[in-house]
């Protein structure tokens, strides 16, 4: 059971990166699915969610109208697509599982994370 | 925005306990879950829905939560338990957002 991301890296202001995360030895498609953040030294930073249908997209305020979150079913796959990338956008970013029940989630599944530096 | 409001660190010595408050206004009327991340890791689901332990989390750990503050315990620490630890709740009225909370770092 595990999440792997990659596509991380150096990229200019106002780049673009495409994230993604693998996830095995688990029923992708009956999870929603998350992005999670940590820029360095700080703490974390929940960034979008996205229901296991896709039915259901949600965005941070800080990332609204830049970012695409998006999934793959069939080869269990989440993607974050990040346009307009800006320097506070430099951090960790985790992949995770949401879990649900009783009316609030957590995340139970944590990738590695993958680096994201916006510089120029 | 949501805050969820965390002491910034503590230190306890080995074989004490080390309490970690969590503090917010919708703390009463929400299930509050906890992470732990050590140093140069992923976080982890530490404790779950205020007080429940995911598998493979010790006895020596456990959630409370009283009022609008949720409280994580570590009895009897120890070295490997130097971290830090974020907690969180799921805001349904916002975006469906996970709110963490500032963290807490934990010295041994």
């Known amino acids: 059971v595990q999440l792997v991301e990659s596509g991380g890296g150096l990229v200019k202001p106002g780049g673009s990166l495409r994230l993604s995360c693998a996830a095995s030895?688990?029923?992708?498609?009956?999870?929603?699915m998350n992005w999670v953040r940590q820029a360095p030294g700080k703490g974390l930073e929940w960034v979008s969610s996205i229901s296991s249908s896709s039915s259901y997209i949600y965005y941070g305020d800080s990332v609204k109208g830049r970012f695409t979150i998006s999934r793959d079913n069939v080869w269990n796959s989440l993607y974050l697509q990040m346009n307009r990338l800006r320097a506070e956008d430099t951090a960790v970013y985790f992949c995770a599982r949401g879990d649900c029940s009783g009316g609030s989630c957590r995340l139970d599944l944590w990738g590695q994370g993958i680096v994201v530096t916006v510089s120029s | 925005s949501y805050v969820l409001t965390q002491p910034p660190s503590l230190s306890v010595a080995p074989g004490r306990t080390a309490v970690i408050s969590c503090g917010g206004n919708?703390?009463?009327?929400?299930?509050v879950h906890w992470y732990q991340q050590r140093p140069r890791q992923a976080p982890v689901l530490f404790i779950y829905n205020d007080r429940d332990r995911p598998s493979g989390i010790p006895e020596r750990v456990s959630g409370s939560k009283s009022g609008n503050t949720a409280t994580l315990t570590i009895s009897r620490v120890e070295a490997g338990d130097e971290a830090d630890y974020y907690c969180?709740?799921?805001?349904?009225?916002?975006?469906?957002?996970?709110?963490f909370g500032t963290g807490t770092k934990v010295t041994v």
């Open positions: 030895g688990f029923s992708f498609s009956r999870y929603n």
């Open positions: 919708k703390i009463g009327s929400s299930s």
């Open positions: 969180q709740v799921w805001d349904s009225s916002r975006d469906h957002s996970y709110v």
